[in-house]
């Protein structure tokens, strides 16, 4: 599936969470393209059994068009929260997400949710992230450090 396509189906997913549908102007607005881009893109997702597309009326996504939307927004969200661990800034961290969401191999996604949920389920700054904090902040391993 196309970076492109899952755009349009995070996009339609997060206008629709309110009323369950959405619009081709609402679309337009927030993926910054014009309306006939969207309405092509609608026909075709249309065709594809992604969403349901009312010319002028409404959008709304299929079963299928939802679980590829709820995927695409956990793999943003997983990334969000692994990078700002790293020390990266939200705004940062959630535009390198958008990019790098679509290229990731399933494995790592997998891992990537591991190792967030690790960190979260863990105390409290635990020792080994306040020594890489630390390291960012100085450049030293703190193992190194100590040793002189």
Known sequence: MSRRTEDYLEAIYQLSMEKGYTRVKEIASKLNVKPASVSEMLAKLSKEGYLIYEK??????????????????????????????????????????????????????????????????????????????????????PCKASAR
């Open 56 to 141: 002028r009326l409404f959008v709304t996504l299929t079963e299928e068009g939802r679980r590829v939307a709820e995927s695409v927004r956990e793999r943003r969200e997983v990334l969000v929260k692994f990078f700002v661990t790293l020390g990266v800034s939200k705004s940062v961290a959630e535009e390198d997400a958008c990019i790098i969401e679509h290229v990731l191999h399933p494995e790592t996604v997998t891992q990537l949710k591991n190792f967030v949920r690790f960190v979260e389920e863990s105390p409290i700054y635990p020792k080994w992230l306040n020594h890489f904090k630390r390291f960012c902040q100085s450049g030293v391993h």
